[in-house]
C-alpha cells in the first residue's frame, strides 16, 4: 500500500460507485492502473466489499440502541452467537473485554419492537445481564480510517 493506493480507498469510501476515469484524474494515474490497484486491493482482501449506505430512519427504523450483554460463562459463546448472528434487528455485534461480553447495535421500528428484542436477547440461555442506551442522535457512523494518526494521515 502506497499513498496512492490509500487516495483511492478514501475516494472509494466516499463513493464506492465512482468510476475509475475520475479516480485516475484525481490520483494521476492512467486509467488502467487505477482498475489495477483496485482489483490488487480486492485480491489482497483489502477492499472486501461494496455496500449501500441507506438512511434507516427513512426505512421506517427510527429506534437505534447499543446493548451490553454479559454472559455467565464463556462456555455460552457459541450459542450467543448463533442466536444474535442472524436476528433481523441486530445491525452490529462486537466481542469485548472487560465488565460485559458483548455490545450490540440495535435498530427497530419502535420502543416496543426494542422491547421485543431486549426480551428475546434476555432469553437466550447463558446470558446474565444486560445494559441497554438509547440513541438520541447519530453524530458521526460509518467512517473508519485508513491510517492512524500516527502513520500520517
Do not use: W
Not at 477492499?47 to 438512511?55: A, L, P, S
Request: aromatic letters at 10%.
Amino acid at each position: 500500500m502506497d499513498q496512492i493506493d490509500y487516495a483511492i480507498l478514501k475516494i472509494l469510501k466516499q463513493n464506492a460507485r465512482e468510476t475509475a476515469s475520475n479516480i485516475s484524474k484525481d490520483v494521476h494515474l492512467s486509467v488502467s492502473s487505477v482498475m489495477n490497484r483496485i482489483r490488487q486491493m480486492e485480491e489482497s482482501g483489502i477492499i472486501q466489499g461494496y455496500e449501500v449506505k441507506v438512511d434507516s430512519k427513512k426505512l421506517g427504523f427510527d429506534v437505534t440502541a447499543f446493548m451490553e450483554v454479559s454472559l455467565e460463562h464463556p462456555k455460552y459463546y457459541d450459542l450467543f452467537c448463533e442466536a444474535i448472528v442472524n436476528h433481523p434487528n441486530i445491525a452490529d455485534c462486537y466481542y469485548f473485554t472487560g465488565n460485559f461480553d458483548f455490545l450490540l447495535h440495535i435498530t427497530c421500528t419502535s420502543s416496543d419492537e426494542l422491547e421485543a428484542v431486549h426480551r428475546e436477547i434476555k432469553s437466550i440461555e447463558g446470558v446474565s445481564g444486560t445494559h441497554t442506551h438509547f440513541v438520541l442522535k447519530t453524530v458521526k457512523a460509518g467512517q473508519y480510517p485508513l491510517k492512524s494518526k500516527s502513520m500520517g494521515s
